[in-house]
């Protein structure tokens, strides 16, 4: 009985690694409510779930909150270039389709070279952020990296962004999968990302 009630144990163990999932999901939730905030929100997210959840190396709100802060500037600036960057062509599509009969009779094809390069942004800005989260350059490096990253891994890249489509699917559509989804798509991607970052940290050190 006594072991029950251990931290270590088989019980404890899961549900504080649940918890912190949870507390994470709120954090990014909470951070990201006025949209600019988004990107210092998503680099925090992961930088807690590599270093919070994974490693026990801080307290997910210190380390959260601490990340967001540090990458607030610098994450705000780049969330506005990719506003920018998906705006633009959504703007330019909606104009295609609207006023282009030669788009226009196409429209399924027009979708689907779309849907496309959505995917493959979205696969760059699974390495943005995290990138942003560990390394100090300016935004233009930071940028040219993701992209680098997302070609050079294409197959960790795609299995980010379907883990993140999945988990903001799941939780726009069930309220409780809202309270861990997100925390749980961070912590995921950390198995993806950390090998690839794990030579650059060691060449830094050297």
């Known amino acids: 009985m006594r072991s029950l009630f251990n931290a270590d144990s088989w019980l404890w163990k899961p549900l504080g690694w649940l918890g912190d999932l949870v507390m994470l999901s709120l954090l990014w939730a909470f951070c990201s409510i006025p949209l600019v905030t988004l990107g210092p929100a998503c680099a925090a997210v992961y930088d807690a779930a590599v270093h919070a959840v994974r490693r026990k190396e801080d307290t997910v709100i210190t380390r959260f909150l601490h990340t967001f802060k540090r990458d607030l500037k610098q994450g705000i600036l780049s ?6 960057v998906v705006l633009l062509p959504g703007l330019l599509l909606y ?5 282009v009969p030669f788009f ?27 990138t942003l989260s560990r390394f100090a350059m300016g935004l233009g490096a930071l940028h040219v990296t993701a992209v680098k990253l997302a070609f050079g ?54």
Do not use: D, K
């Open 79 to 84: 969330g506005l270039f990719w506003a920018g």
């Open 95 to 99: 104009a295609l389709l609207r006023f």
């Open 104 to 130: 226009a009779e196409r429209w399924p094809l027009v979708l689907v070279v779309a849907a496309a390069l959505g995917f493959f942004l979205l696969c760059v800005l699974c390495w943005v952020w995290p």
């Open 153 to 206: 891994h294409i197959l960790r890249s795609a299995a980010m962004a379907l883990i993140w489509v999945a988990a903001l699917g799941a939780g726009l559509r069930y309220a409780f999968a809202f309270f861990v989804a997100p925390g749980l798509a961070a912590y995921l991607s950390t198995y993806l990302i950390e090998p690839v970052f794990r030579p650059f940290e060691e060449q830094e050190q050297t």
